[in-house]
């Protein structure tokens, strides 16, 4: 029951049902459009012969990477600023609720005939993604910081740049965090769609030209990778918010990730 109970908390048990469920649906349906867990890692085997593998894995996570830093480095300082004054946030406010209902993969084309077809183009398409929920979260989170803190802070003296570094930006930490998480998620949403209409390598480029060899397994191999890169970055970022959660003292109820 013991290792049961820490094969759940490891996640070990949650992989081991994935693999059978997998197995099982594979096993009923067409091996050429739903290939087995084994097919799959015979077509990971076949990719990793000529290192087109390792080399599309190791492009499109430079690509989802800089696009990220970008857009959340852009991101932060403008929440900050988008909610600690009131007059900014009422005159931006329309401009964020408009384009961050137009998805990144709608600009495509017009990246593409802005920025050519090389790497600027899927960087800032990624910056696009990343940027407004950076933004948002951040704002969100400066707006919520409670007023007696920011008043407490200044009865004792401190300058509007102490309040920001030793009151607001501790507060909004969390906000923070849970922003460029999911700022991540979109990110590889829109590399795959980058890859797949103008590149020659990634992992979208992987998945986009498997079909012309109606090599399903390759497409599976390529949706795994996208997983377990997505996945392995938002475990980092996970452990980044609670040890930055843990210097700043706040409440363990609180903390990112409980």
């Known amino acids: 029951m013991r ?33 087995t867990p084994i097919q799959t890692l015979k077509g990971a ?6 290192n087109s593998l390792i ?13 990220w830093l970008l857009g959340s480095l852009l991101g932060i300082p403008a929440g900050l600023l988008i909610g600690r004054f009131k007059w900014l946030r009422e005159l931006v406010e329309p401009y964020l609720n408009f384009f961050r209902f137009i998805p990144a993969l709608a600009f495509i084309t017009l ?47 401190a300058s509007e740049r102490q309040i920001l570094i030793h009151v607001i930006i501790p507060a909004v930490v969390p906000a ?13 949403m829109a590399i ?11 992992v979208g480029y992987l998945i986009w030209t498997s079909r012309l060899y109606s090599k399903t397994d390759w497409i599976f191999v390529g949706l795994l990778l996208l997983g377990l890169m997505g996945f ?3 475990q980092l970022l ?21």
């Open 45 to 50: 085997v076949e990719l990793l012969t000529d």
């Open 232 to 234: 392995a970055g938002d």
């Open 55 to 67: 080399s599309y894995v190791l492009i499109s996570f430079k690509r989802v990477v800089l696009g």
């Open 192 to 202: 795959v769609g980058a890859e797949m209409i103008a590149a020659n390598e990634g």
């Open 111 to 157: 990246f593409i005939l802005w920025f050519g077809i090389g790497e600027p183009s899927k960087v800032i398409l990624i910056m696009y993604a990343t940027l407004f929920i950076v933004i948002l979260n951040t704002a969100a989170g400066v707006v919520n910081v409670e007023d007696d803190k920011i008043r407490s802070a200044r009865s004792l003296g």
């Open 238 to 258: 996970r452990w980044m918010g609670k040890t930055t959660l843990g210097r700043y003292g706040i409440a363990k109820e609180t903390r990112f990730g409980k």
């Open 3 to 35: 290792f049961v109970r820490k094969g759940l908390k490891a996640g070990l048990v949650s992989w081991l049902l994935f693999l059978i469920v997998w197995q099982l649906v594979a096993m009923n349906s067409n091996p050429d459009y739903f290939p």
């Open 176 to 188: 923070f965090f849970n922003g460029v998480r999911l700022a991540m998620g979109n990110s590889f």
